[in-house]
Structures are given as structure tokens and as C-alpha cells.
């Protein structure tokens, strides 16, 4: 079939009721829709799920012209374009999945007129043929989602974004809208600046998500931690579990359908086929685990998620609140959860002494992942750190783990001390490098082969710290990280002091410590492996 016949297009607020049939706007979304129909520049910041397509569609329809949207979530053209085409609005795409027939046919339309909306893949913009071809129609306004795939800065990177300066160069009269939903405010400037948008006014809506509660627990035994909650508070919900390989997605998707809880995997191993499969089952069943990297997620309009849950530390906390932003856009109560322990701080920091780019790219990874580790290790609310990294006020919470049970806090100096000076001990032995692992049976005063074999048991640190346990003594070093007193460093995780380790071994810094919570109940039921 061919393109709907378009209804008369009215005032902004006709087009909500009678195409879209939504009786008023969200909180924001008039505002803008009215600066961007009057043929200002605009930059949006919301939230997953505040509504931000209507920002850009509703404009599109109001103004004469075609609205071209560039978008990098090419899978959901078609399924974009075929909601709008229900609701009766003229829409089409162009990427590298059609064939050049259908792709002719889109082009026809739009150089005739006859489309309200073209969506657009970000790569098509550097073939020469489509800026002709845009050319040859009439442009109403270009909507720039996912806005910050073009800052560097960001997490989420994408070098064709760089390309789309040259919309303003090219069609300077043309209104043009960017909307993301995570930005500091570090990114939004360098959208604004690489967009070229600098007249462009800020729409900045909140960021809180009051429905979402946020936990971070310290990861002992991830897939039992992660079935006990799903089995406790989550049983035959819908919801995503994060992790961070592919091998790690299949084990843990085979672990749950293997204790009942009905699970598929997803991630860029998979053939195109299943991935599709898998991510249209889960959009249609209810209660589908869908387990996956972040390869899965992003533009995905599932209202009901329960639960998000990580199992492996994110590395940003861009990353995360978007991750976890996907849960409860319905608005109803939703978790989401981390767990997470040394071996993740090892493992990224890893990731980024290894990745590519130039050191200043290193340095980003850093300061990003530097910033996760605190909000894991803070003793305050998670709200409030979220908010405050993206330059957001506070806002009551009571809905996150910190300030549902406030941790006990308690004055570490001393046990820091120990912990150090057994790292500065150990640092003398130049041809040697030792983890968390040997720096902990030390203080444990443990005489394991590895302890006997270099003679640890004759350190005068040896067995000095015998008031914590194992568990509790990974709390502290990672608490240490996150508190910048402790680095870790090569294949190994060896534990290094830092510039500021020195306070605190003088006893000049006084080191505020979070007491660890108790374990929380293993679940009852019999759990396979
Ligand atoms: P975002 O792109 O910001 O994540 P969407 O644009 O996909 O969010 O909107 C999220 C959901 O909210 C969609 O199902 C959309 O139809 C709905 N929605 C948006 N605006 C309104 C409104 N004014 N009234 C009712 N529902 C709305
Ligand atoms: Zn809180």
C-alpha cells in the first residue's frame, strides 16, 4: 500500500488530538514543538520515554515540507515509519537495508512532495547523491536524534554524526532540532558546538525518573545474586540484564531458562535473524528476560520493564542511566540494579589501558569510568549523584538503596593505613606486582603458598588486619578507588598507591569509610547451576 493520504494539517495542538490522539502534551513538549515551528534552532535533553519523537514529528507536520530526521537506530526505521504510516502520516526512510527500488520509490515521493517525514541513517548524508536529492525537495526541519552520537566527550561516539555540521552549512534557513536523552553538560556544549546549533535555545527537562529505584549491591556470586532478585521481586516480569561479553550473556541466559525463568540472549555474535527474532519476542511476550550487552536497547519502546539489571560495571555513567532508563516508562515502580566488584575495576580499567586512540581519549575513558565508581561507592542517595552529574538539582528520592537503608558509615583511616602500607611493602619487591588478592591474605594474616613463597608472613604488615573479613576488605579497596586513594594498574590489577595515598599514610587525611550490608538471603528454592 501507499502512503496514507495526509489530513489537513492544523495548529500543533490539532495534530496531537486528531493524528496522534493524545488529548494534551507532556510537561515541555508544547514549548519546544512552538520554537521549533517558528523556525528556531532547539536542543532537547529528556529523559528515555518523556516524548520526544512528538517534538520533532508534530513540527514536521505543522510546518510545509518534509521533516528529515537522522537517526543511527536503523533497525527501527521500518517500525518507526510504519507506526506513523497507521496513523495516517506520510513517512519513509532511506538506508543500507532496502534495495534501490524501494529506496527510488522514497526518493520519488520526497522530491514530489509527498512525505511529512524522511528518516535518514547519518551515513547517508556523506554520499553526495542524497544532499542533491535533498535538495531537490523542500526541507521543513532537520531532527537530529540521538544527538550525543556526535560528541566525543559522550559515550557513545559515532564518527558519521561529524558529517551532519554541514546541515546548517548546506540549509542555513532550516530549523533544525537535536534531542538526546543523556548529556552532561560537558557533551551538550560540544553538541551544540560540533552541530554548529549556537543559537539553538537549551530544553533541558528533568532527568529524574521517581519510579525507578536504584540499588548497587557488592557482586559476590552475580547469577544467584541476580536470580534471587528476580525470583523475590521480579518473578514473571519483563525485563534486560546487562553484561559485558557475549560469552557472559549466553551462560547467563542459559543459567536462567535453566531455573525457569524464560530468558533469551542478545548480542552482536548473534546472526542478524536471531537478534531480530529475539528482540520482537521480547517487545510482544510479556515476562521475557532478554539478556544482552548494550548492543541491545537503545530506541527500544517497551513500556513495561520491570527491572534493568547490570552484572557487570557499566563504563560511564551516561551509560548507565540511559541502560537503566529503560526500565518503567510506563511510569509503574521498577528496579534497577547493579552488581558489581574489584574484578570489574580491574577489567575496565584494562579495557582502557588497551583501547585505541590517543591518550587524551584514555584519560576520557578514565575521568568516565572514575565517576561510575563513585556513585557505586557513595554513601549518599543515587538520585542525587545521578542528578548532579548531569548538572541537575536534587530532588527527594526515598527510592534508592541508600536512602531505603542509610549505610552506617564509619571512620576507615586506620584500616586505609593498613591497607596501604601493606601496598608500599609490597612495592619495595620491584620485579613483583601483587593484586587485591595477596594484598588481602596478608592482612588476614593467611600463609597460603603464594604468601609462603615470597615470604609475605615476615612482613611486619602480616596479620595486622584481622577485624574484617575477606569480603569486607574488597568493600575497602574498592571504596578506596572510588575515593581516588588507590589505583590499579596492568593484566594483573596490581594495587598502586596515588599522590593523595600519602595523606592518609601520614594521618593528614582522614578516610570516611561505608560499612558493607550483610549478605542478603539466598533464595530457598533449589537453584541449578
Ligand atoms: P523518547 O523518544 O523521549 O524516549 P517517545 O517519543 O518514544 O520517547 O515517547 C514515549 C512514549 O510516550 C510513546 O509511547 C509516546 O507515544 C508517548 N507520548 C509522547 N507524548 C505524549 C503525550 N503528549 N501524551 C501521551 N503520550 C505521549
Ligand atoms: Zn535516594
Not at 149 to 156: E, L, P
Not at 296 to 308: H, N
Not at 467 to 473: H, N, Q, V
Request: hydrophobic share 40%; charged share 25%.
Amino acid at each position: 500500500p501507499g502512503p496514507a493520504a495526509r489530513p489537513p494539517a492544523g495548529t500543533a495542538q490539532e495534530v496531537l488530538n486528531r493524528t496522534f490522539g493524545y488529548p494534551s502534551f507532556r510537561d515541555g513538549q508544547q514549548e519546544i514543538i512552538d520554537h521549533v515551528v517558528a523556525g528556531h534552532d532547539a536542543l532537547v535533553l529528556m529523559p528515555t520515554g518523556g516524548g520526544k519523537s512528538l517534538c520533532y514529528q508534530i513540527p514536521a507536520l505543522v510546518r510545509p515540507g518534509t521533516g528529515v530526521v537522522v537517526s543511527p537506530l536503523i533497525a527501527l526505521m521500518q517500525d518507526q515509519v510504519d507506526a506513523l504510516r497507521a496513523l495516517g502520516v506520510r513517512a519513509g526512510f532511506l538506508n543500507s537495508t532496502q534495495d534501490p527500488d524501494e529506496r527510488r520509490l522514497v526518493e520519488a515521493a520526497f522530491v514530489a512532495g509527498e512525505l511529512d517525514l524522511l528518516y535518514l541513517a547519518p551515513e547517508r548524508l556523506r554520499v553526495e547523491a542524497t544532499l542533491r536529492l535533498l535538495d531537490r525537495g523542500t526541507i521543513s526541519l532537520f531532527a537530529i536524534d540521538e544527538a550525543h552520537c556526535v560528541a566525543q566527550w559522550g559515550h557513545d561516539f559515532r564518527p558519521d554524526y561529524l558529517a551532519l555540521s554541514l546541515l546548517h552549512e548546506r540549509w542555513p534557513k532550516v530549523p533544525r532540532i537535536a534531542l538526546t536523552a543523556t548529556a552532561t553538560e560537558a557533551t551538550r556544549a560540544e553538541i551544540a558546538a560540533r552541530l554548529e546549533l549556537r543559537e539553538a535555545r537549551h530544553f533541558v527537562a528533568s532527568f529524574d525518573r521517581p519510579n525507578i529505584q536504584y540499588r548497587i549491591v557488592a557482586k559476590s556470586e552475580p547469577r544467584r545474586q541476580l536470580l534471587h532478585l528476580l525470583r523475590t521481586e521480579h518473578a514473571g516480569d519483563a525485563g534486560i540484564v546487562y553484561c559485558l561479553s557475549r560469552a557472559s550473556v549466553e551462560k547467563t541466559a542459559e543459567f536462567l531458562t535453566a531455573n525457569g525463568i524464560p530468558a533469551l540472549p542478545y548480542h552482536a555474535g548473534l546472526d542478524a535473524g536471531t537478534r531480530a527474532g529475539n528482540q520482537a519476542r521480547f517487545l510482544r511476550e510479556d515476562g521475557l528476560v532478554m539478556v544482552a550487552t548494550i548492543a541491545f536497547g537503545m530506541g527500544i519502546d517497551k513500556p513495561d520493564v520491570r527491572f534493568v539489571a547490570h552484572l557487570d560495571l557499566p563504563k560511564s555513567i551516561e551509560g548507565y542511566y540511559q541502560e537503566t532508563g529503560r526500565a518503567g516508562r510506563d511510569g509503574l515502580p521498577s528496579t534497577a540494579w547493579l552488581a558489581y566488584g574489584l574484578q570489574d575495576v580491574v577489567q575496565q580499567r584494562r579495557l582502557i589501558d588497551t583501547s585505541e586512540g590517543d591518550d587524551a581519549h584514555r584519560r576520557r575513558l578514565g575521568t568516565h569510568l572514575d565517576a561510575m565508581l563513585a556513585l557505586c561507592e557513595t554513601i549518599e542517595c543515587r538520585r542525587a549523584g545521578l542528578l548532579a552529574y548531569f548538572g541537575q538539582p536534587a530532588v527527594t528520592c526515598g527510592n534508592c538503596d541508600t536512602c531505603l537503608t542509610p549505610p552506617e558509615s564509619l571512620d576507615g583511616t586506620v584500616l586505609a593505613q593498613k591497607l596501604l602500607s601493606t601496598i608500599v611493602r609490597l612495592k619495595r619487591e620491584r620485579r613483583q606486582r601483587f593484586g587485591a588478592g595477596q594484598v588481602i591474605d596478608i592482612l588476614l594474616g593467611r600463609r597460603t603458598p603464594k604468601v609462603l613463597q615470597f615470604d609475605h608472613a615476615s612482613l611486619s604488615v602480616f596479620g595486622v588486619g584481622t577485624e574484617l573479613g575477606e569480603a569486607e576488605w574488597r568493600g575497602v579497596v574498592r571504596q578506596l578507588l572510588a575515593q581516588g586513594l588507590l589505583a590499579v594498574e596492568g593484566d594483573y590489577g596490581t594495587l598502586v598507591c596515588t599522590e593523595q595515598s600519602d595523606d592518609v599514610l601520614r594521618g593528614r587525611r582522614k578516610v570516611m569509610l561505608r560499612r558493607e550490608p550483610e549478605r542478603p538471603a539466598r533464595a530457598a528454592r533449589a537453584e541449578r547451576p
